[in-house]
């Protein structure tokens, strides 16, 4: 009798597991949605076609592959290598984020710089060991800073850095590209409707299966229950930073996880958060962070010359909700908000 019970749970168990495997499957139109923990996020993928189960099978091999190169901490990622030993001969992907990173470094007159590291690791943001550090350490590590000292080969993919204890961060970029990469998958598997977020990061592609736009909420900074917002979204990216996604509390003080890299500390510019809509997500992912460290004016004045590019919702510190003129037939909201023109 023991022993029928001990299998029937053993069967029930193994069931269970493999029913976890794909989290939802609606057979009949094919329409599959997977949670999949990765990048150190929760992501969720929303697949509608004939293909829906290959090309989330594909999408999550590709996150996984995309995860073991851009992670900071993974021992042998490419970023570990480079960070490591100062130099490292890059795939095609990394690459493709090197010259991306430079050119919105670049653009955006040094507010986004993938090495941040060394100071990410100094506010213990890295390892969730957070602490406030003295300034004297602030100026020190500053000292390590700079894009102007990446050295990148674009004929052998071969970074280095001209100056020891440099280190990289593709963490403002890196969900960005992932998500444009999964929506090329799904495109390859012949997929026409297709959502994805990666820890709040949206991507869409075409219709629901009804034909109807994709709507995507944005959050509310100050209370995770609430959108401020909704985007009707098809085949864009809606990509937002804030300070409240990733912070400590020390006194009264909030420390949040974007950095000004003229200071060296949490950006203080005058925003809470920073949405980015576009047709690429890696550029929405780099844009969102520069945006949130520029602050209010120096954002809409880079809008004004970017217009054609993007479009932001941007929520300022005395909870002001700018709108850029691009969302005013696809953006709505129960609070009163700016549309800006340029
Ligand atoms: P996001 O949520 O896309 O704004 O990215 C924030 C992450 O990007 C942080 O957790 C850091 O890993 C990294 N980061 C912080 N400040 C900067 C900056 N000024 N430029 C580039 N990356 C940054
Ligand atoms: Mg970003």
Redesign the pocket.
Known sequence: MKKSILIFIIILSVFLCSCGNLDTVNKNNNSIKKEIFAMDTVMQLTVNGENAADAVRAAEQEINRLERLFS?SLVDSEVWAVNTNGKATLSDDSAELIKA?QTINHDTNG????T??P??KLWG??DKNFRVPSQDEIDENLKLFGSDKLVFDENTNELSFNESNMAI?F???A??YTSERIINIFKDYGIESAVISLGG?VQTLGHKPDSSEWSVGIQDPDDNTNLIGTIKATDLAV????GY??FFEEGDTKYH?????KTGKP?NNGLKSVSIVCDNGTLA??L???L??MGTEKAIEYWKNHHENFDTVLITDDDKIIVTSGLAELFSSNYDYEIVEY
């Open positions: 900071t990173s507010a986004f710089d993938i941040i590291y100071l990410v943001f890295h961060d963490g403002g970029i969900k960005g990061n990509i937002t930073s804030g996604q990733r996880h974007i950095l000004d890299p950006a992912d780099g969102s962070t520069s949130f460290v």
